[in-house]
């Protein structure tokens, strides 16, 4: 059974920072791609950046490239997203997903197990 469960989420002002967590179990990151995704109050779903099975491949979404950092933790078995010069428009709710394939990947279809999601706030 796959499980993920995401953590670090919090309220923070504009240009801080937060680190978030996701612990998985029952998959291997070496074998899938590890994503995170966001959802903010009444819009969909949408990616932020996915790490490759692999690990020597990572890719961001325009909006957050250059201030957010996905990586991994393999004898953890966690991938983390550090979030750098917050903004308010950041605001949602993030999750973080395994995927099927190894390659990275941004739609939300490519994924097919999720973890609970950690709220994360920027105040202005």
């Given at each position: 059974?796959?499980?993920?469960?995401?953590?670090?989420?919090?309220?923070?002002?504009?240009?801080?920072?937060?680190?978030?967590?996701?612990?998985?179990?029952?998959?291997?990151?070496?074998?899938?791609?590890?994503?995170?995704?966001?959802?903010?109050?009444?819009?969909?779903?949408?990616?932020?950046a996915a790490i490759?099975?692999?690990?020597?491949?990572?890719?961001?979404s325009d909006s957050?490239?250059?201030?957010?950092?996905?990586?991994?933790?393999?004898?953890?078995?966690?991938?983390?997203?550090?979030?750098?010069?917050l903004k308010p428009?950041?605001?949602?709710?993030?999750?973080?997903?395994?995927?099927?394939?190894?390659?990275?990947?941004?739609?939300?279809?490519?994924?097919?197990?999720?973890?609970?999601?950690?709220?994360?706030?920027?105040?202005?």
């Amino acid at each position: 059974q796959v499980q993920l469960v995401e953590s670090g989420g919090g309220l923070v002002q504009a240009g801080g920072s937060l680190r978030l967590s996701c612990v998985v179990s029952g998959r291997a990151l070496r074998m899938f791609v590890m994503g995170w995704f966001r959802q903010a109050p009444g819009k969909e779903r949408e990616f932020v950046a996915a790490i490759s099975g692999s690990g020597a491949n990572t890719y961001y979404s325009d909006s957050v490239k250059g201030r957010f950092t996905v990586s991994r933790d393999i004898a953890k078995n966690t991938v983390y997203l550090q979030t750098n010069s917050l903004k308010p428009e950041d605001t949602a709710v993030y999750y973080c997903a395994t995927g099927g394939s190894m390659a990275v990947r941004d739609d939300v279809d490519e994924y097919d197990y999720w973890g609970q999601g950690t709220q994360v706030t920027v105040s202005s």
